[in-house]
């Protein structure tokens, strides 16, 4: 069984999208292993609520699951996975009309911050990541800690490609400044 692990751990998102559509179990829990941290720091910037981005994140697998056999793409499982994601987001989004912000002890579990050990550095990054706009804010979350590709970013959120390269810039940017003499 580890053996088949380890051959899973070397085939990429198409790959094992396609042995799911064959129904391989550890082709799924293998992919929901490599993505699931992802999905829910995409869907909690989003949605700004832990339970929500915790449901949509469970419903996106299921999706995935069901749909695998419908999957036609040549290397963007990954911006596939995230549309479907993305959708169930907007669908919640639609069903309660309201947008709660995300509480301060929720940024302290959060992928991009989890990996510091040192609370005072995790209440600066978060401190930080306050001066970033909404789309900055995603924008790099996406690329850094989900590691889409920018071409992917930009059709998952409706802008043009220079557009998303802008303002992941200038969001690093001001999270230089913001950080400048505090680290």
Not at 20 to 32: G, S, V
Not at 130 to 148: C, G, P, R, T, Y
Not at 168 to 179: D, I
Request: a positive charge; aromatic letters at 8%; proline letters at 3%.
């Amino acid at each position: 069984m580890s053996e088949n692990k380890e051959d899973l751990s070397m085939i990429d998102e198409d790959g094992l999208l396609h042995k799911i559509a064959l129904d391989d179990r550890e082709a799924f829990n293998c992919l929901y292993e490599r993505l699931y941290r992802p999905i829910f720091a995409y869907a909690l910037s989003i949605l700004k609520n832990r339970h929500d981005a915790e449901e949509v994140m469970q419903d996106c697998f299921l999706k995935v699951r069901a749909a695998a056999h419908t999957y036609r793409g040549k290397g963007k499982a990954r911006a596939w996975i995230f549309t479907i994601a993305r959708n169930l987001c907007q669908m919640r989004f639609r069903e309660q009309q309201k947008m709660m912000p995300v509480p301060i002890e929720d940024l302290d579990s959060q992928l991009i911050f989890a990996s510091h050990s040192d609370p005072s550095l995790r209440l600066t990054l978060a401190a930080a990541f306050k001066v970033l706009n909404d789309q900055e804010h995603k924008i790099i979350l996406l690329h850094a800690v989900s590691e889409m590709k920018f071409a992917d970013i930009a059709g998952m959120m409706e802008l043009r490609l220079p557009t998303v390269l802008s303002k992941y810039h200038r969001g690093l940017s001001k999270l230089r400044k913001e950080l400048e003499g505090k680290l």
